[in-house]
């Protein structure tokens, strides 16, 4: 299926549900509610808001600090943040850089007759421009290509495009809600919010070591989901090109929608919300074209709003079985405490598999060997402190520390417990939905 498929499901999902627009009550808007109306469901209505990566969930309690203002019918709302990193590593393989990791959200909302919300939104990144080399500094981490060769000890670039999608909410009742997603760029039912979106790593500049075993795919080519929600609960299921973003970092990709997935959501209290996912990628690596993938993740979230402060963390696995019956698990657990209103700490702790990539570095080709060698552990601790220096943006200052354990079988190329060391100025867009742009 061709990119002009896709376009045409935008355009059908629009014509469908304005069908119903003549009928729009404005006071209907995404988020309010009549004087007299019965108490919303809070599940329901924290998907329609769409703050997180994709079709994803996270516990009800979590707040998108957004830049909000109506527009005639419409709700438009900016979300983003920008950091300006510092890092040097330790060991032979270790690398010093400036770059810059960022991802800005314009969304655009509205009420279509009583029980209908049309959302479009985009997620752009200046990581093209701002991450030089086509990869930023990271040991141990692997995934994707630069210059045709398998990228090792670094973290690859975001696409300037990282999603434009249309979504559309049919809410069937109180408790029931029924949900489509189309974009020729976008985050298929897979996995949490993706890494950059999650409020348990809202803090942390760097990628998780895991992100190739658990949430890689949150930007993917024409991607398709339908989910249906009722209570507490929500079923998923997606149809994506399986194959990850190539070195062009500004353009669109695109192909057939040769991949799938399916994902169970709970969020059984305000402040909780677990998943369960499953996805078969076909051909996801440039590097190894012929070897497809089944991806399974399982994860839990918590947040708890605090006085002058707010906790979020994640628990979270995910295991690729190759084609070629290799398995790799990654296990990951993060969390972060504002307190004292401007201040943030934080922490995330890994286990992650790794291939004989690591013993290539960055002369690894298509072809070469991807067999499991050992588990890395990594332990990062972070901390910055918020200062009111831009409008309605928040700008803070801090830096993390990152501790590596070495598997036996590459000891001697990195020693037993290399350290990276980040500093960095983080921007972020300030507040909860109160301030006006």
Same mark, same amino acid.
């Given at each position: 299926?061709?990119r002009?498929?896709?376009?045409?499901?935008?355009?059908?999902?629009?014509?469908?549900v304005?069908?119903?627009?003549?009928t729009?009550?404005?006071?209907?808007?995404?988020g309010?509610?009549?004087?007299?109306?019965?108490?919303?469901?809070p599940?329901?209505e924290?998907i329609i808001?769409?703050?997180? &990566?994709?079709?994803?969930?996270?516990?009800?309690?979590?707040?998108?600090?957004?830049?909000?203002?109506?527009? %005639?019918?419409?709700?438009?709302?900016?979300?983003?943040?920008?950091?300006?990193?510092?890092?040097?590593?330790?060991?032979?393989r270790?690398?010093?850089?400036?770059?810059?990791?960022?991802?800005?959200?314009?969304?655009?909302?509205?009420?279509?007759?009583?029980?209908?919300?049309?959302?479009? #939104?985009t997620?752009?990144?200046?990581?093209? @421009?701002? /991450?030089?080399?086509?990869f930023?500094?990271?040991?141990?981490?692997v995934?994707?290509?630069?210059?045709?060769k398998?990228?090792?000890?670094?973290?690859?670039?975001?696409?300037?495009?990282?999603?434009?999608?249309?979504?559309?909410d049919?809410?069937? $009742?109180?408790?029931?809600?029924?949900?489509?997603?189309? @974009?020729?760029v976008? =985050?298929?039912?897979?996995?949490p @919010?993706?890494?950059?979106? #999650?409020?348990?790593?809202?803090?942390?500049?760097?990628?998780?070591?895991?992100?190739?075993?658990?949430?890689?795919t949150?930007?993917?080519?024409?991607?398709?989901?339908?989910?249906?929600?009722?209570k507490?609960?929500?079923?998923?299921?997606?149809?994506f090109?399986?194959?990850?973003?190539?070195?062009?970092?500004?353009?669109? =990709?695109?192909?057939?929608?040769? &991949? !799938?997935?399916? #994902?169970?959501?709970v969020?059984?209290?305000?402040? !909780?919300?677990?998943?369960y &996912?499953?996805?078969?990628?076909?051909?996801?690596?440039?590097?190894?074209?012929a070897?497809?993938?089944?991806?399974?993740?399982?994860?839990v979230?918590?947040?708890? *709003?605090?006085?002058?402060?707010?906790?979020?963390?994640?628990l979270? !696995?995910?295991?690729?079985?190759?084609?070629?019956?290799q398995?790799?698990?990654?296990y990951?657990?993060e969390?972060?405490?504002?307190?004292?209103k401007?201040?943030? /700490? !934080?922490?995330r702790?890994?286990?992650?598999?790794?291939?004989s990539?690591l013993?290539?570095?960055?002369?690894?080709?298509?072809?070469? *060997?991807?067999?499991?060698?050992?588990?890395?552990?990594?332990?990062?601790?972070?901390?910055?402190?918020?200062? =009111?220096?831009?409008?309605?943006?928040?700008t @803070?200052?801090?830096?993390?520390?990152?501790?590596? %354990?070495?598997? =036996?079988?590459?000891k001697?190329?990195? $020693?037993?417990?290399?350290?990276?060391?980040?500093?960095?100025?983080?921007?972020?867009?300030?507040?909860?939905?109160?301030?006006?742009?």
């Amino acid at each position: 299926m061709s990119r002009t498929f896709f376009l045409k499901t935008i355009c059908v999902l629009l014509l469908a549900v304005s069908a119903d627009a003549q009928t729009m009550d404005h006071s209907q808007m995404p988020g309010m509610s009549m004087p007299n109306a019965p108490q919303a469901n809070p599940f329901i209505e924290s998907i329609i808001q769409h703050s997180t &990566s994709g079709t994803s969930a996270e516990p009800d309690s979590t707040s998108a600090p957004m830049l909000m203002t109506m527009k %005639g019918k419409w709700m438009l709302m900016f979300h983003g943040t920008a950091f300006i990193n510092v890092i040097q590593q330790s060991s032979a393989r270790g690398h010093d850089k400036v770059f810059s990791t960022n991802w800005f959200m314009p969304m655009a909302q509205r009420s279509i007759g009583e029980n209908g919300t049309l959302t479009l #939104r985009t997620m752009l990144s200046l990581e093209p @421009a701002t /991450v030089t080399g086509r990869f930023y500094p990271e040991l141990f981490q692997v995934g994707e290509t630069a210059f045709g060769k398998g990228i090792v000890d670094g973290q690859h670039p975001h696409d300037f495009f990282m999603e434009i999608a249309a979504l559309y909410d049919h809410k069937l $009742g109180r408790d029931t809600l029924l949900s489509f997603y189309a @974009a020729p760029v976008g =985050d298929p039912a897979m996995g949490p @919010a993706a890494y950059p979106h #999650r409020a348990s790593a809202s803090e942390d500049p760097i990628a998780p070591l895991g992100h190739h075993l658990q949430d890689s795919t949150h930007i993917a080519s024409d991607v398709i989901t339908a989910g249906f929600t009722h209570k507490i609960f929500r079923v998923e299921a997606s149809g994506f090109h399986g194959r990850e973003p190539d070195e062009n970092r500004w353009n669109i =990709d695109q192909g057939k929608l040769d &991949s !799938w997935s399916t #994902r169970l959501t709970v969020n059984p209290a305000q402040h !909780w919300s677990a998943q369960y &996912s499953f996805a078969r990628l076909t051909s996801p690596e440039a590097l190894h074209p012929a070897e497809d993938i089944d991806r399974m993740t399982s994860s839990v979230m918590y947040n708890r *709003p605090l006085k002058n402060g707010n906790f979020a963390g994640t628990l979270l !696995w995910g295991r690729n079985k190759t084609s070629d019956h290799q398995v790799f698990n990654g296990y990951l657990a993060e969390g972060t405490l504002r307190f004292a209103k401007s201040n943030n /700490v !934080w922490s995330r702790i890994e286990l992650v598999d790794r291939s004989s990539e690591l013993l290539l570095g960055n002369n690894a080709l298509p072809g070469s *060997p991807d067999n499991f060698i050992g588990r890395v552990k990594a332990f990062t601790a972070g901390y910055d402190h918020d200062f =009111d220096l831009i409008p309605h943006i928040t700008t @803070a200052f801090g830096g993390q520390v990152t501790v590596y %354990g070495a598997p =036996d079988t590459v000891k001697a190329i990195y $020693g037993s417990h290399p350290v990276g060391v980040v500093l960095f100025v983080h921007f972020k867009v300030k507040g909860k939905g109160q301030h006006k742009m």
